[in-house]
């Protein structure tokens, strides 16, 4: 006697289906055997991002900034595999947005974490001016410093535009 929840035979001559390829009924309900893999994508998006902002936040020297910006990088990477994932599955509740918005987050890191890399000589020279600043008026010329370095380099860049 055929299972009832299986439905009936397959006509003779066609290819075995395993379970998890044939189609589900309802095909909004979530997918038990992708979830799980969905669900570590969205732990190691969080842990680079978590990552990404602990080494954004460290007033280091030079290499960290790099770390930064390559944990934020693949933060975003992770958060596209996650999003795609975590759609797939047809996962509820909060995780789609949570994912959405931490992919937002990743994007303005490795934006900000790609300033701070690439105008690394202004902003060091800057905070050694400050360290040695004493007085108000040497920090503001520590800052006018800065202006100026700041003012030069977007200067090189719109050479280089046009």
Same mark, same amino acid.
């Given at each position: 006697?055929?299972?009832?929840?299986?439905?009936?035979?397959?006509?003779?001559?066609?290819?075995?289906?395993?379970?998890?390829?044939?189609?589900? !009924?309802? +095909?909004?309900?979530?997918?038990?055997?992708? !979830?799980?893999?969905?669900?570590?994508?969205?732990?190691?998006?969080?842990?680079?991002?978590?990552?990404?902002?602990?080494?954004?936040?460290?007033?280091?020297?030079?290499?960290?900034?790099?770390?930064?910006?390559?944990?934020?990088?693949?933060?975003?990477?992770?958060?596209?595999?996650?999003?795609?994932?975590?759609?797939?599955?047809?996962?509820?509740?909060?995780?789609?947005?949570?994912?959405?918005?931490?992919?937002?987050?990743?994007?303005?890191?490795?934006?900000?974490?790609?300033? !701070?890399?690439?105008?690394?000589?202004?902003?060091?020279?800057?905070?050694? #001016?400050?360290?040695?600043?004493?007085?108000? +008026?040497?920090?503001?010329? #520590?800052? +006018?410093?800065?202006?100026?370095?700041?003012?030069?380099?977007?200067?090189?860049? !719109?050479?280089?535009?046009?």
């Amino acid at each position: 006697m055929p299972d009832p929840q299986s439905g009936p035979p397959p006509p003779p001559g066609t290819p075995y289906v395993p379970p998890s390829r044939r189609p589900r !009924q309802n +095909q909004d309900e979530p997918d038990p055997e992708l !979830q799980p893999r969905a669900m570590r994508t969205v732990r190691g998006f969080w842990l680079a991002l978590l990552l990404a902002v602990g080494l954004a936040l460290l007033s280091t020297p030079w290499p960290v900034p790099v770390a930064a910006l390559i944990a934020s990088a693949a933060a975003v990477g992770l958060g596209v595999v996650s999003l795609v994932r975590v759609r797939a599955a047809h996962v509820r509740g909060m995780v789609p947005a949570t994912v959405i918005a931490g992919l937002v987050l990743a994007v303005f890191m490795t934006m900000t974490t790609t300033g !701070q890399v690439w105008l690394w000589r202004e902003y060091s020279a800057y905070a050694e #001016c400050m360290d040695s600043a004493i007085t108000q +008026q040497a920090r503001d010329a #520590c800052q +006018q410093q800065l202006d100026r370095m700041l003012q030069e380099r977007m200067d090189q860049v !719109q050479q280089m535009v046009s």
